[in-house]
């Protein structure tokens, strides 16, 4: 009976304390809302609460009990926590009785020892009690006086979470669908920088035989015999030089555009996926992500640039420069989808994105292809769209108090 009287003061206290703390703190809109009150299948005996709007207790008719009819949420959890603190100082004073009576009624010494363990196992069961509810009182009020508001769960609530789940199950859809297109056209990319090279060779062959051209009559000394044909010779040779050096720097961009869209922007896609997929995705993880590609950008445009210098290819160069500041801005956009559809929100959070919305914003005149700069804005836009939608479910959250 020791070890059964230890055990029940050992959960009595876990019950309170565990209850204590298990019990979320109120969302409360505005002033006096007691949330939804439910019709109980019978009614409870009613405890008295020092909660603040807390359900009144209506008469039963009989004039000896008073009972409560309806209930919210806040209450019930009241109810039972007070109910649970009412048993276990009823076990306790029942205890102390027995024993009590055990060690009063016995000749036996065992006896004896029994009733004495029992009625001070059951005083120090009770005294845990009381200690673990005014330490966490002393320690905050709130801990102990539970809220009379707490939001019922509803229907709205559950679309909200079947709302957010779709939410993201959307955004990991929408990282595998542009994963998929940029690998698309890192592909194409790779195929023009395969035709460039080729177009490379068979201009240099051409190139080679009018330069064997060129010496053949020039070792035949026919420079003042025949200096129209001299002429015509070499000026082909330029031509073949300036459409080697496009063809060059051809490559050079589209070898560029590949690396950007295959090997940075689609790679930062599927990362991102795949941490959506792991449940791994922190802030942290999404701001690595995008470092790493935008530093892999720089290194690309960088060494891109060199070649097209060296080359004299203002034009192709600005190609190069457009395709970066087209893929950093998408990285970008990628980034803020992530947080926004992942990440638990915060003022910093949404501060954040909105200054780094505001800096894509900033990116779009230097992004000069028409057809690179639709597609950012419509990037922008929907970025813009999910973010005012998640902001203002944030704002609306925000507004309940704790």
Known sequence: MNTTIKKFAFFALMAVVILSFSIPASAQVGSGNNGKSYKLLAPLPCIPSQTPNATPCTSSGTGKVSLMQTINLGDYFQYVFNFLIAISAAAAVFMIVYGGFQYVTTDSWTGKNEGKDKFWNAITGLLMVLCAYLILKTVNPKLVALPAAIPPISADLLKQGKADQLAMQNGLNQLNEDAGAFQQQGQQSVNAARQAQNTVNDLQQQRSDLQSQLDTMRSQNLADTDPLAITNLETQIAQKDDQIKNA???????????SMSNGVISQTLQNLSTQTLNSSMTLESINHEYQTGIDALTQIKNNSNTQLDQL??????????DRASYAAAVLEVVKDQAIVNNISG???IYSQIKTS??????????????????????RLQTAKDNYNTAKKKYDINSTYEL
Request: aromatic fraction near 0%; proline fraction near 7%; charged fraction near 20%.
């Open 248 to 258: 060059q720097a051809t490559k050079i961009v589209e070898s560029a555009n590949s």
């Open 312 to 321: 004299n290819a203002p034009a192709q160069k600005q190609q190069v420069n």
């Open 346 to 348: 915060s003022d910093a």
């Open 357 to 378: 919305l505001d800096h894509i914003e900033n990116l779009l005149p230097t992004v000069t292809d028409p057809a690179l700069k639709a597609d950012l804005q419509s």
